[in-house]
């Protein structure tokens, strides 16, 4: 827990406190003492009286109560120091800038847990260890630079990693970005990035706190918090950015089913993320793109006008926007040729519009008031506007500042010269602007903060299954893949329509199976995870004795222990499965099936519970959506149907959560006609 000592303490003792302001105890006072700390200041050193100025005590037990500790002494003298602050001095909030945890020992491990337990006992908080510390507007308890000059509307910004805490700001602060409070949580022992963004949400204050939140976290303990923190601070109007470090996954788990080989902890994370409506980004540089973006006005449309002097750059923009789901659409009619007649003969408003290297500071005052007011197809501008550094631009960035205060479309800057016009960016940047020094960085980023929005709580109804049917089949079941048997009775009470089949292990019930289905058939061995690679699937079997040939066949091929008969069905091979990912819960995959699966990989995730709306949305942005939809005489399927069926595995799995991984693959569609052809589920108690 975050306790009112840690964000307000009234006293504060550094503890390895030191004249040497190139040690983390002398760096730490001395940003203490340099911010103004308004409190009581003192520092805990056995060899000294007095410290950059502040009294420093010899003997522990002579100082005077400390709300809050800085730590910054070796880990093995930390436990008892924390301890014997608990217990004698009333302190209920640390901050443990030392190293030498459980991140680099079993020892260290031990010492970390002892100041846990110290911390705990007495309802403290607990910062660190292995971190820089924390800046807010009551102290700078950090032992780094920089030290942004902090906005209340700035950023909130909690990092797992107190180096990439400082990289970010230091690239940031000179675009303009601001800082209102940051937490480096080092090791985490525990409170992490999740606790804080909790407090941060339990004591939101829509008039005096930030409303734009950036995280930066190597792991995810607690993903069920994250979720509802961070969307609890969206639905209050928060907008938040994240970078979620080791996605490669380099002993990524050998799987047994598409799901499983398709899903990841990775995956996991982007679901999660969709759900809340949290911004993933890359990189250091992709995440100050997004927090400058949401400094602007929120972009409604997708429509972007690009405003320029200099046609590369427009180029480039068009493409990544374009690529990235937005549009730069054209500019045509009456008002455009009026604007024309405004620009120097060679100018061109049909989007990009670019008024020629020789254009004006007032010629770019004209061409946002029309883009502003004259053409309602474009919800935002990018203005690109850098100099050969013939002449100063102060008037150009005036117009540029002025119009971003007065208009209500969004308009991005694209400040590119940032040498030649250093002075004049430093003067847009004084003016408590942010800018983007590059127009394709700012493209990728617009396009990601436009499309990560929350699913709305009423759209996570999901539709209603036969739950006690499902409980008493999986209560029934041992752990590993079910009988198909069982799988065709899962399915049934989940309400996912199949095609009918038999499973048969002898002649005789091969032949009253295909008396009952009738040929054409489909035969495929059970037993086998991967029945293809063992050939044992067969299409189009006509008649009794080549299905007598393939179920002997089939019978013999190792593991195999029955054959699966089911009537051809015909139509789009569609893919869904369900995957349980340990602290996240059920991941729901789909998209493309059959082959498709393997070789494109395109499939969409999201996060149990999802609903059919969110789902839908999902499904248009698979790259072979136009596939599903029907092309060049393929007859399509109905996308809602489809969304149905996956919510309702959605339901299966949170009725359900044994199944740790789920097949149907394929699911054959056409038109408002999809069945499942051939199902796996595997339990895991």
Known sequence: MITKQLTHPESIVVVGGSNDVQKPGGKVLKNLIDSGFSGDLYVMNPKEDEVQGIKSYRDPSAMPDADLAIIAIAAKYTPDTVEFLTTHKNTRAFIVLSAGFSEESQEGKIYEDRVVEAVNKVGGSLIGPNCIGIITPQHHSVFTLPIPKLDPKGCDFISGSGATACFIMEAGIPKGLRFANVYSVGNSAQMGVEEVLKHMDETFDPEKDSRIKLLYLETIEKPGMLLKHASSL?????????????????????????????????????ALFKKAGIVRCTGREELISVASIFTYPELTGRNIAIITHAGGPAVMLTDTLSEGGLSVPPIEGENAEKLKEELFPGSSVSNPIDFLATGTAVQLGTIIDFVENKFDNIDAMVVIFGTPGLFDIYDVYDVLLEKIKTCNKPIYPVLPSILTAKSEVDYFVDKGRV????????????????????????????????????????????????????????????GIPRVKEKVVSTEDELLKATDELGFPVVMKVVGPVHKSDVGGVSLDINDDKRAEDEFNRMIKIRDAHAVLLQPMAKGIELFAGLKREDKFGHMLLFGLGGIFIEVFKDVRTLMVPAARKEIVSEIARLKSYKMIEGIRGLKGVDVTEFATIISKLSSLAMAAPEISEMDLNPLLGEGKKILAVDARIRIEN
Not at 240 to 261: C, D
């Open 234 to 270: 969206i639905r209050k109007g928060c907008r938040i950015a994240a970078v979620k470090a080791g996605s490669s996954e380099a002993g990524s788990r050998a799987a047994s089913s598409h799901t499983g080989a398709l899903a990841s902890p990775d995956t996991a994370v982007d």
């Open 435 to 494: 800018y983007f020094s590059d127009e394709v960085t700012l493209g990728k980023a617009l396009s990601k903060a436009f499309f990560s929005q929350a699913a709305e709580d009423s759209e996570l109804l999901p539709p209603a299954v036969n739950t006690a049917l499902i409980r008493k089949i999986i209560d029934s079941c041992d752990d590993g893949y079910l009988h198909p048997d069982l799988v065709a009775s899962l399915l049934d009470a989940a």
